[in-house]
C-alpha cells in the first residue's frame, strides 16, 4: 500500500508532532497528539504504542483508532509480542501477519476486526526495548517509503516514550515511598492500640493495588486470632472483631512457613475458607508477611488486590516493609498501654495494701489438738497452687487461716487480695471482681481494676463466697478453668493466675444439694478443705488468745496492763462463746477500756453482756441451718430494738459487717412487722427449744 502524502506533508506532520510531544509525561497523553501523524492519508484502522514492562514482563498495547479517537488498552506476556526477539538498535519497520489464532491476545482481536497486517516499529532506550510504535492496516502493507515515515516517527517518539517511562517508574517510586510515609506519620500519631489499628487500615486504601486487607493478631491465649478486616469500602465503624481458631486459615499458612507467603490466582487456587471469602471480596492475588516487632510474633498482614498477575519484587518489599511499619506501631502501643494497665494495678495495689496496714493483724494462734492439725493443713498445702475451701463457724479466724497460707506460700511476695462477697451489693460484685471500663454502667466514670486483676501473681481470697449469686458463680467458675476474664464493659480478654484461696461459714455440701450452689464450682474450690473449729472445741486455747488480745489492745489504748485477775481469767475460760475468737476478743476490748489497774479485771462482763450480747440463738429441733440462722439474727434484731449498726447495734453483736448483715436479712427474707420479726423457715407452731 503506497502512502498518499507528498514529501512537504510528511515533513509538516513530522514537525507538528514534535511540537506537540513537548512536556508529555504520560503514554495515554502521547496517543491523542500522534493521531494525524498515524492517520497515514486515513489508510491505518489502528494504530498506536506498545509498551514492554520489563518488571511484569508483559507487554502493554496503547491503541486507537485514528478516525474516531478511541482509546483502549490491551496486555500480552511479552514473549507473545513483536518486542520478542528484537535487537537493539535494529530500528526498522516489521510487517506481522495477523491470524484469528494467534497467541497474542491484541492480535487476534485485530484480526477478528478485519485487519490484516500490523506494521511495528521497535521504540528502544539505551540497551533495552521499550516498547514499538504500529499501525494496523485493513489491506496489503506499506511501502518503502511508509514504512520509511513510521520509522522516523519512530524516532522522534522515542525519546518521550523514554521519558514517559522514567517518570512512571519514579512516580510509581514516589508513591510506594509515600504510603510508607503516610503509614508511618499516621500510625505513630496514637499510642491506643485501638486507634493504631483504625488509622492503619484507614491509611492502607492509598496503597497502589489495594483491593482488601487485614492485620491478623494473636490473641494472648493462643490457638486464635482477630482479623481486623480493611475492604475497599472501609469507613472505620467495626465492631471489634470475633476469636477465630488459627487451625485452617492464612495466618497458619503463615506462622508454619515463618516468612512472607503469595497466593496463586484465588479464581482457580482458593483452597482455604479465608481464600474463598477473599475471592467473593474481588482479590484475585494476596501477600501475607509475618508480624514481628522485638523478636515477638504479634500476627500478621495480609495485602490482597485484584490483579491475577504475579506481584512485583518491590511491591512484595512495600507490604513486607507497610507489616515493618504496622508491626513496630502496634507493639508500641501495645506497650504502653500495658505500662498503663501494670501501672494502675500498681496503684491500686498500694491503695489497697494501705487500707491492709491501717487494719491490724493477728497471728493465728492455737496450742490445742485440733489447732495442730489446721496447722498441719496448712503447711501442707501452703507450697503448692492447690484452690483451698476454708470453713467454719463466723468468728473462728478462716481470714487468718488463709493469710497464713499465703505467708507460706511461693506468692508471698505479692498481695493476698480479698473480697467479702456478703459485704458487696449483688449488682457490683461482678465489677468488684473482673473491673470495669469507664461508661461500662451509670456510675463508670473510670476504668477500674478488679480484685482478680489485682492480685495476679499473688493470692485472691474469697470471703463468704457461698453468698454468690449462681449467675457471678458461673463467670467465677470460667476464670478458674481458663484464668480468663473480662472486665465489664469490655471485649479486651484478660488473665490472671492468682490463687484462689475460698471461705464460708455455710454448709456448701448442702447448699449445692438445695441449688444454692453450683457443684462444678463447689469441686474447683475445694480441693483441700481445711475447717477451722469453734472455740468451744479448743477451750485450751483461750488463755493463749486472751493474753495475745490483751498485749495488742493495750499497747493501741496506751495502757500498762499486766495480765488477767485470776477471776477473769476464769471466766473466759468457762462461759460459751457462741462469737467464738471474735467474741473473745470484743468481750476483752471492752474489759481493757473499763480497766485502770495492772490487772485485767471482768466484774462489769454480765452487765455489759445484759446490755449488748447476742443472746442464745433459736434451736429448732428438725430445722434447716437457713431456718436457725433466721431465727438467731431475728432474735438478736428484736434484742436491740431492730438496731443494725453501732456499737450495741445486731451487726456489732453478731460480728458481722452492718451491710453483711442487711444482704443476709435480704436472703433470708427477714423484715420487721408489727409486734415481732417474720422467721423464714420456722412455723408459728414450731415451739422454739429452751435453752
Not at 494467534?102 to 484480526?111: E, M, W
Not at 494497665?341 to 489497697?352: F, P, T, V, W
Not at 506460700?409 to 498481695?415: I, L, N, W
Not at 438445695?514 to 486455747?541: K, Q, T, W
Request: hydrophobic content about 40%; proline content about 5%.
Amino acid at each position: 500500500m503506497a502512502l498518499t502524502w507528498t514529501r512537504d506533508d510528511q515533513d509538516r506532520r513530522l514537525l507538528e508532532t514534535a511540537t506537540g510531544l513537548a512536556g508529555t509525561r504520560r503514554i495515554p497523553e502521547l496517543l491523542p497528539r500522534l493521531k494525524q501523524a498515524l492517520e497515514l492519508g486515513g489508510e491505518a484502522a489502528v494504530a498506536g504504542l506498545g509498551v514492554h514492562d520489563h518488571e511484569r514482563r508483559l507487554f502493554v498495547y496503547h491503541a486507537m483508532s485514528p478516525a474516531r479517537g478511541a482509546l483502549e488498552m490491551v496486555e500480552v506476556p511479552a514473549e507473545d509480542s513483536e518486542a520478542h526477539g528484537s535487537e537493539v538498535g535494529e530500528q526498522r519497520a516489521r510487517v506481522l501477519r495477523l491470524e484469528p489464532r494467534s497467541p497474542n491476545a491484541f492480535h487476534r482481536t485485530l484480526a477478528q476486526r478485519g485487519l490484516v497486517s500490523l506494521v511495528s516499529v521497535p521504540l528502544f532506550g539505551g540497551e533495552r526495548t521499550l516498547g514499538s510504535l504500529f499501525v494496523g492496516l485493513r489491506v496489503g502493507e506499506l511501502d518503502p517509503e511508509g514504512s520509511e515515515y513510521l520509522t522516523l516517527l519512530a524516532k522522534l517518539v522515542e525519546p518521550h516514550v523514554w521519558n514517559c517511562f522514567v517518570d512512571e517508574r519514579f512516580a510509581r517510586g514516589d508513591r510506594r515511598r509515600d504510603a510508607l510515609r503516610e503509614l508511618s506519620s499516621v500510625i505513630n500519631s496514637s499510642l491506643d492500640p485501638r486507634v493504631v489499628l483504625h488509622l492503619a487500615r484507614s491509611a492502607l486504601g492509598a496503597i497502589e493495588g489495594h483491593r482488601w486487607s487485614c492485620i491478623g493478631l494473636i490473641d494472648s491465649a493462643g490457638g486464635t486470632w482477630k482479623r481486623h478486616d480493611r475492604p475497599h469500602d472501609y469507613r472505620g465503624d467495626g465492631e471489634e472483631p470475633q476469636s477465630r481458631p488459627i487451625a485452617g486459615s492464612v495466618l497458619e499458612r503463615v506462622l508454619r512457613a515463618g516468612k512472607t507467603i503469595e497466593s496463586g490466582d484465588l479464581a482457580s487456587s482458593a483452597l482455604l475458607a479465608d481464600e474463598t471469602e477473599l475471592l467473593t471480596n474481588g482479590v484475585r492475588r494476596y501477600v501475607a508477611t509475618p508480624l514481628r516487632a522485638g523478636g515477638k510474633l504479634l500476627g500478621a498482614f495480609l495485602f490482597g488486590s485484584d490483579d491475577p498477575r504475579p506481584p512485583l519484587p518491590v511491591d512484595v518489599w512495600l507490604i513486607e516493609n507497610t507489616a515493618l511499619q504496622i508491626a513496630l506501631a502496634l507493639a508500641n502501643a501495645l506497650h504502653h498501654d500495658e505500662i498503663l494497665r501494670l501501672s494502675a494495678r500498681r496503684e491500686q495495689q498500694n491503695s489497697y495494701l494501705r487500707e491492709e496496714i491501717k487494719g491490724e493483724h493477728t497471728t493465728i494462734l492455737g496450742r490445742s489438738n485440733a489447732m495442730r492439725r489446721v496447722f498441719e493443713q496448712i503447711a501442707r498445702v501452703a507450697t503448692t497452687d492447690a484452690s483451698v475451701l476454708i470453713s467454719g463457724p463466723t468468728g473462728v479466724g478462716k481470714e487468718l487461716v488463709a493469710r497464713a497460707i499465703h505467708e507460706a506460700s511461693p506468692q508471698r511476695d505479692q498481695p493476698m487480695v480479698k473480697l467479702n462477697c456478703a459485704a458487696i451489693p449483688e449488682g457490683m460484685v461482678e465489677s468488684e471482681l473482673f473491673g470495669h471500663e469507664r461508661g461500662a454502667f451509670t456510675s463508670a466514670v473510670d476504668r477500674r481494676i478488679g480484685r482478680f486483676e489485682l492480685a495476679h501473681g499473688g493470692t485472691l481470697f474469697l470471703d463468704e463466697v457461698g453468698e454468690l449469686s449462681l449467675a457471678v458463680q458461673a463467670k467465677l467458675l470460667r476464670v478458674l478453668q481458663s484464668g480468663e476474664f473480662e472486665r465489664v464493659g469490655g471485649s479486651k480478654t484478660l488473665t490472671s493466675n492468682a490463687r484462689i484461696l475460698a471461705a464460708t461459714n455455710r454448709d456448701l455440701a448442702r447448699t449445692m444439694a438445695n441449688g444454692g450452689f453450683r457443684s462444678d464450682l463447689y469441686y474447683r474450690l475445694n480441693v483441700f478443705p481445711i475447717f477451722v473449729p469453734a472455740l468451744e472445741e479448743r477451750r485450751e486455747d483461750i488463755p493463749l488468745l486472751a493474753a495475745a488480745f490483751l498485749e495488742q489492745l493495750a499497747r493501741r489504748m496506751g495502757k500498762r496492763i499486766e495480765g488477767f485477775a485470776p477471776a477473769a481469767l476464769e471466766y473466759l475460760r468457762a462461759r460459751s462463746w457462741p462469737g467464738n475468737v471474735r467474741e473473745l476478743r470484743h468481750v476483752i476490748e471492752r474489759a481493757a477500756i473499763l480497766c485502770d489497774g495492772p490487772l485485767l479485771t471482768i466484774e462489769e462482763e454480765s452487765a455489759a453482756r445484759r446490755a449488748g450480747a447476742s443472746p442464745e440463738p433459736l434451736a429448732v429441733a428438725g430445722a434447716r441451718l437457713e431456718a436457725v440462722e433466721a431465727a438467731h439474727i431475728c432474735a438478736t434484731l428484736e434484742h436491740t430494738g431492730w438496731v443494725i449498726e453501732g456499737p450495741r447495734g445486731a451487726a456489732a453483736i453478731l460480728g458481722l459487717n452492718p451491710s453483711t448483715l442487711r444482704f443476709r436479712m435480704k436472703r433470708l427474707g427477714i423484715q420487721r412487722v408489727t409486734g415481732n420479726a417474720a422467721l423464714p423457715g420456722v412455723t408459728s407452731d414450731t415451739p422454739p427449744a429452751s435453752g
